[in-house]
């Protein structure tokens, strides 16, 4: 058991770290893109302009450092599924989220290289965006999942008795997903200030389909919120988390203000770099939300209640 307790306590560790340097892939994502550094290393990968080491350009050097921390966030998931897959055959859901880390890591991955080496629409960048938001998404929830695997093998877990209302689980399943909807809105929106993109097809502006999308989600989170606090009680993380995504929220709203008075450019890109990590911590709360909930639904509630019985 001793054996096996530190075995868990080191792949909570190494969850931890993949995590952290794939938040650090995500936002040196964000600095490629509005830098407009992208081409900073030329049309090739993974040589930077022909030479191993980039040359000493601000561009080449974002452009190097971004590859180098992405290549390190691939190699942490490949040795984080390999742990889980090794050490935590009993947690056939931490081995998908670290499955869905490693896929997501060497999709984006990929779609960065051809983004570098063929030029690729707004839309298909945003793309890009979206699946290193998954693999992030991914990777917290493999964190969050091995801490707790590592908490209860330690003291003995109090399963819930009160499960979730299925509405409410449904609710933040469609919360979730329509959140990843208005992430892709604003990555395209960000894509198409750069390749001046006006509308989409002559029919709606990116600003305008942001614009919607964000108000949209606005009264959304602040509905996740009440529902996930005032009718919870019984369930503390779900409260917590609801309260953190009401929070985020907020401070997108604050961030996106200040984006209209902002008007010295290295200042206004670290608010929208500020405001793109807050939407991305704000969708990895959500999907773990949404995994809790999928945990309290009523029907697993009743199996694994019958079985702690039996």
Same mark, same amino acid.
């Given at each position: ?202 029919? @709606?502006?990116? #600003? ?8 949209? &989600?606005? !009264? /959304? *989170?602040?509905?996740?919120?009440? =529902? ?9 993380? @779900?409260?917590? #988390? ?8 907020? &401070?997108? !709203? /604050? *961030?996106?203000?200040?984006?209209? =008075? ?49």
């Amino acid at each position: 058991m001793s054996s096996l307790n530190n075995k868990i306590r080191i792949l909570k560790w190494l969850a931890l770290v993949t995590c952290i340097v794939m938040f650090l892939a995500t936002f040196g994502g964000g600095v490629v893109t509005r830098t407009d550094s992208g081409l900073g290393c030329g049309r090739e990968f993974p040589l930077c302009n022909g030479k191993l080491v980039p040359a000493h350009t601000v561009a080449s050097i974002i452009e190097f450092t971004h590859r180098s921390v992405s290549t390190m966030a691939g190699l942490l998931s490949i040795a984080s599924f390999v742990g889980f897959l090794l050490y935590m055959k009993h947690r056939k859901d931490l081995q998908l989220f670290s499955l869905l880390t490693l896929l997501f890591v060497i999709i984006q991955g990929a779609m960065g290289a051809l983004a570098v080496v063929f030029s690729q629409s707004a839309p298909v960048m945003a793309l890009h965006f979206g699946f290193a938001l998954i693999a992030f998404a991914s990777a917290t929830m493999m964190t969050l999942g091995a801490w707790k695997e590592h908490a209860d093998s330690r003291f003995n877990p109090r399963l819930p008795t009160v499960p979730v209302n299925l509405g409410y689980r449904n609710f933040i399943w469609l919360s979730t997903i329509y959140t990843y909807i208005a992430v892709y809105s604003g990555a395209l929106l960000s894509h198409s200030v750069i390749q001046k993109v006006v509308n989409l097809g002559g029919i @709606i502006s990116p #600003l305008l389909l942001h614009q919607l999308t964000s108000g949209l &989600l606005f !009264v /959304v *989170i602040l509905a996740v919120g009440h =529902y996930s606090y005032r009718y919870h009680p019984n369930h503390r993380d @779900i409260r917590v #988390l609801g309260v953190v995504a009401v929070a985020l929220i907020m &401070l997108q !709203v /604050v *961030i996106g203000i200040s984006l209209l =008075y902002v008007t010295r450019p290295e200042i206004y890109m670290f608010v929208v770099l500020a405001h793109m990590l807050a939407i991305a911590t704000l969708f990895s709360i959500l999907c773990y939300m949404s995994y809790r909930v999928w945990q309290l639904s009523p029907d697993r509630n009743i199996v694994r209640t019958h079985t702690q019985r039996t």
